[in-house]
């Protein structure tokens, strides 16, 4: 598949991720099968898809373009079978269980052209055991985008032992013609870069709270005014040779002996979870989420980061 051959992406799943991702395509002109399993899904698909366009369009990030101009571009289907048979790209963004996923992507192959790419937006799970079901690994390949889609630019493109490398160059170029800062893993790992590293942070973020060092709000400040703010400037590893890796030496000696080695989930973290205090979703987690604190939290923190994709925009 060449990139200029893709003129109709389908996007399986209209949640949180599934559809952010489906409306920039819509955006940059494509033609978006959105799929999910009900009607209502798809209804608040297309609700959030248009309150994420006209935030767009308010902030200039979709110049001129009419809004119901980009919802006409986007088609909802119910069934995986009628909404895949005729696009050149699949995204996929339903729940993060092996078997669900395995599940979806027979039936796709099942109905979609042969020479279709398959991407899967899965948080870490290894492409290769998505893969197993499937008789056409080598189309197969993971892209990860990060919440919110639309507006966090990286998507980290990985490859199963069986995907092709005209797979993987043809997705980053794909990607990347809408805008997307796309970059290929040599090979893949479960949780791939993002993820792997953000683990390791929150790791040490709650064993820093579970010792009553700081508090979780303290925690989150010293990050968002020091690493937060440099690392959004310039990633970990240039940001060692500037500061002097003999520096960073000396340091790892003493201290990877104390910082927190743990296999298993913080313990402050599984409480939470078993208790059902699961963060903004449900009012309670490390924060309590009173009235419309989420709303405007998300709404402060998608105003910030539209003002970096306008300022990429600029300086690119
Ligand atoms: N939420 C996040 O911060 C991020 C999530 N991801 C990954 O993206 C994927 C989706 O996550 P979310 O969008 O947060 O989940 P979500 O729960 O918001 O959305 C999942 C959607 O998939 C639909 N769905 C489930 N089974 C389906 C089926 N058989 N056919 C069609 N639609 C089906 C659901 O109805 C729902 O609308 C997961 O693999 C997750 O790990 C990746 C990056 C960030
Ligand atoms: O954090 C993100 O935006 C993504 O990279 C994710 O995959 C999920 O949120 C994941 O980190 C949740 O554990």
């Known amino acids: 598949m060449r990139v200029e051959d893709i003129k109709t992406v389908a996007a399986i799943g209209a949640g949180t991720m599934g559809h952010s991702i489906a409306m920039e395509f ?5 033609n978006v099968h959105l799929i999910d399993m009900s009607e209502d899904a798809l209804s608040h698909g297309l609700d959030m898809i248009r309150h994420d366009a006209v935030e767009l369009s308010e902030h200039h990030l979709i110049a001129g373009q009419n809004i119901d101009d980009i919802l006409a571009r986007i088609t909802t289907f119910t069934s995986i079978s009628n909404g895949v048979h005729d696009v050149q790209y ?28 398959f991407t899967t937006n899965t948080s870490g799970l290894s492409p290769s055991a998505i893969a ?32 092709s490398q005209d ?16 970059y290929p893993l040599k090979r893949e790992c479960l949780g791939f870069v993002g993820n792997r590293i953000q683990m390791a942070v929150i790791r040490e973020a709650l064993n820093i ?5 700081a508090t979780a709000e303290d925690v989150d ?26 520096i960073f030496e000396s340091v790892s000696e003493y201290l990877l002996q104390d910082a927190d080695n743990s296999t298993t989930p913080n313990q402050l ?44 925009v600029t300086t690119e």
């Open 90 to 117: 699949v995204t996929e963004s339903v729940a993060e269980k092996l078997e669900i996923k395995q599940s979806i992507w027979k039936q796709v192959e099942e109905n979609a052209p042969q020479d279709a790419i």
């Open 26 to 30: 819509a955006v940059h002109g494509y």
């Open 167 to 182: 797979t993987v160059d043809t997705t980053v170029a794909f990607l990347r013609t809408v805008g997307k800062k796309a």
């Open 269 to 312: 973290l599984a409480e939470k979870v078993r208790r059902g205090e699961l963060g903004n979703k449900t009012g309670r987690g490390f924060y309590d989420w009173n009235g419309d604190e989420g709303i405007q939290t998300v709404a402060h923190r998608d105003e910030q980061l539209m003002k970096f994709l306008e300022r990429d």
């Open 221 to 246: 400040n010293i990050i968002k005014y020091s690493l937060g703010r440099r690392w959004s400037i310039l990633g970990p590893i240039i940001s060692a040779d500037l500061g002097g890796l003999d």
């Open 209 to 213: 709270v579970s010792r009553d060092i």
């Open 132 to 163: 197993e079901v499937l008789k056409t690994p080598h189309r197969f390949v993971v892209a990860h985008y990060w919440n919110p889609a639309h507006l966090m630019p990286l998507v980290e493109v990985v490859p199963s032992r069986s995907t």
